[in-house]
């Protein structure tokens, strides 16, 4: 059970501006054993790490992250939307979040979720992998998506990193689905978690790692389903459940 990954949520969402480096530095002081976080491209080709398409919302710029290159991104700050005490954060690349992780102190499982649903970005999936290759994390990193057409694309050029179905519907036996596109992992919004689902993937080798769980008593029955992670913005939370 203690193996159960701890995946924080865009970081630790819950305490920090999500998907700052901040955040991701956080969530490793509070127990997390994972980092999930949201992978898009500037204009120019370059990883970026936000959730939204749009910057409005997280650096108050109208525009899109399609449209920017990385150095006009970088001068935007990310932080002072969530706190003023987070001023001067700026969104994060691939790059230093792969280091981060790279130079942790015990194993943190990545999983990197390609923002590819509204936008196509081109070439996303090669360039995300090469660079996952690059700092030799393949074995430590799940690549998710609501486009599970990226993740057939993700599995062919890459079958040693593992992919992980996004979905937030009833899907009927989605184990079998993630066998007949090679995933391993289901990467379910949690209603969508019952125990008998989670025996049955279990049983077909498919893990379970529903999103995004936040409360104690959700947490506590995502254990006992035996899935074998969980999102969430309270990695303490998580943290602190799994060492009782
Ligand atoms: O990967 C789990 C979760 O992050 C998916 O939803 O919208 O928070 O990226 P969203
Ligand atoms: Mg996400």
């Known amino acids: 059970m203690s193996e159960l990954i701890n995946f924080a949520h865009r970081g630790a969402a819950g305490h920090r501006p999500e998907n700052t480096m901040v955040s991701f530095r956080y969530a490793l ?3 997390a054993t994972g980092i999930e976080t949201d992978v898009q491209m500037t204009r120019d080709g370059h990883l970026v790490l936000i959730h939204d398409e749009s910057l409005q919302r997280t650096t108050g710029s109208p525009a899109w992250v399609k449209d920017v290159t990385l150095e006009e991104l970088r001068q935007l700050e990310a932080g002072s939307w969530y706190d003023e005490k987070y001023r ?17 102190k015990s194993r943190v499982v990545l999983n990197l979720e390609l923002k590819n649903g509204l936008i196509q970005y081109p070439e996303l999936e090669r360039k995300v992998i090469e660079a996952v290759r690059a700092c030799a994390l393949s074995e430590q990193t799940v690549i ?8 057939v ?16 519907e009833g899907l009927y036996e989605p184990w ?14 949690q209603y969508a978690v019952r125990p008998e689902f989670v025996a049955e993937a279990t049983a077909h080798g498919v893990a379970y790692h529903p999103f995004t769980v936040n409360e104690i008593h959700e947490m506590t029955a995502l254990i006992q389903a035996g899935v074998a992670g969980m999102i969430t913005d309270y990695p303490d939370r ?3 459940l799994l060492s009782n």
């Not at 001067?88 to 942790?104: D, F, K, S």
């Not at 998710?144 to 993740?151: D, K, V």
């Not at 079998?176 to 919004?189: C, V």
């Open 88 to 104: 001067g954060e700026r969104i994060p690349t691939l790059e230093e979040l792969l280091e981060l992780v790279r130079q942790a």
């Open 144 to 151: 998710s998506s609501f486009n599970h057409y990226s993740l």
């Open 176 to 189: 079998k689905y993630a066998g007949s596109i090679g995933a391993e992992a289901l990467h379910a919004i």
């Open 29 to 31: 002081e509070l127990g």
């Open 153 to 168: 694309e993700c599995k062919a050029l890459a079958p040693e990193i593992k992919t992980g179905i996004l979905y937030m």
């Open 238 to 240: 998580l943290a602190g």
